[in-house]
């Protein structure tokens, strides 16, 4: 069942399995390492372990995760974080413990590149940081993916109230746009088709777990289509894991080598983001949809680039 797990929230250790408080003596320094690394041990290289605090993650990794090692498959890269009394208070009922300062730096450097969620748990009025100022910049700056829908009521009512919980809700984890696309308009079987397109990211955070990229192909006589990967793992432009919302447009070069045997014809132009897990991969609802209008395919779970290329002899050009 690896492919539908996005990622393992710790546990076991205390009240809520939060990692404080164990009634069994669990909740020291050794035991919470040994623990994150048993719990990482089990589970795929590809998918990441959250654990309750920054504090708790600077104990195992004093060094915060940097651009240098994300998603290389260490024990490092794969530990991440969630937050269950998210701005409930200055420090977040104790998440940011002992050293307030020190560990949200710590979180906001690792944070690019980890998955982050979880839930808010109270509202402190006085303090004013459930309103929608503090809110919508802390999700910016942590990079969230996800947050409990249902739990904590006066948090989530208060953003309605305020007007920010529709922004919240669209821009949690990944929003991307395509900004435009460049193609060589004919090519030839066995020859290449270059061009490239530009993204950007107007959500929180990149997907963090593997994602695949693809150009696909259509027959538009025979709606054939033809994948191609274009992704290029470790890079920071054919890899949808580093398309941040910091880094605004993106250009992501396109080169694909047609095969001989691809039949003449005129096709239209799709970009695809699979699952990779072969199970999910050709379904819809686990691909990725640009945030454009006129280009989700729902059918084929693709995204039309709204560009044609007509494959052609050397002599009928």
């Given at each position: ?101 020190a560990l949200k730096r710590y979180l ?153 045997t691809l039949p003449l014809g005129l ?47 050397v002599a009928d050009k």
């Open positions: 069942n690896a492919d539908v797990i996005a990622v393992l929230q710790a546990g076991f250790i205390g009240a809520w399995g939060e990692w404080h408080s164990s009634a069994n003596g669990l909740d020291s320094r050794a035991n919470r390492a040994k623990i994150l690394k048993a719990l990482l041990a089990a589970l795929p290289q590809n998918r990441m372990v959250q654990i309750r605090t920054p504090g708790y993650m600077r104990d195992v990794y004093p060094e915060p995760l940097t651009l240098s090692n994300a998603f290389d498959g260490s024990n490092l890269a794969r530990t991440a974080h969630h937050n269950d009394c998210f701005l409930s208070n200055r420090t977040d009922a104790g998440t940011y413990e002992p050293d307030l300062f906001a450097t690792a944070s690019p590149f980890i998955a982050v969620g979880g839930e808010t748990c109270q509202v402190t009025p006085t303090e004013h940081r459930s309103d929608c100022p503090t809110a919508l910049s802390e999700l910016t700056r942590f990079h969230w993916s996800y947050l409990n829908a249902f739990f904590f009521k006066g948090d989530l009512d208060r953003w309605k109230q305020e007007g920010c919980y529709a922004k919240i809700a669209r821009n949690l984890g990944y929003r991307f746009q395509l900004v435009s696309s460049s193609f060589a308009t004919q090519a030839s079987p066995g020859g290449n088709l270059n061009g490239n397109f530009v993204i950007r990211n107007v959500g929180y955070a990149s997907p963090f777990n593997p994602r695949g990229l693809e150009l696909v192909l259509r027959n538009r006589a025979t709606n054939q289509r033809y994948r191609f990967s274009i992704l290029q793992s470790g890079s920071k432009t054919n890899d949808p894991r580093f398309w941040l919302p910091e880094n605004g447009n993106i250009t992501v070069p396109v080169s694909v080598n047609l095969p001989r096709y239209n132009m799709f970009l695809n983001l699979p699952d990779p897990s072969p199970t999910l991969a050709t379904i819809p609802a686990y691909s990725i949809r640009l945030a454009n209008q006129r280009t989700w395919q729902p059918q084929i779970g693709l995204n039309a680039l709204l560009r044609t290329v007509r494959l052609s002899t």
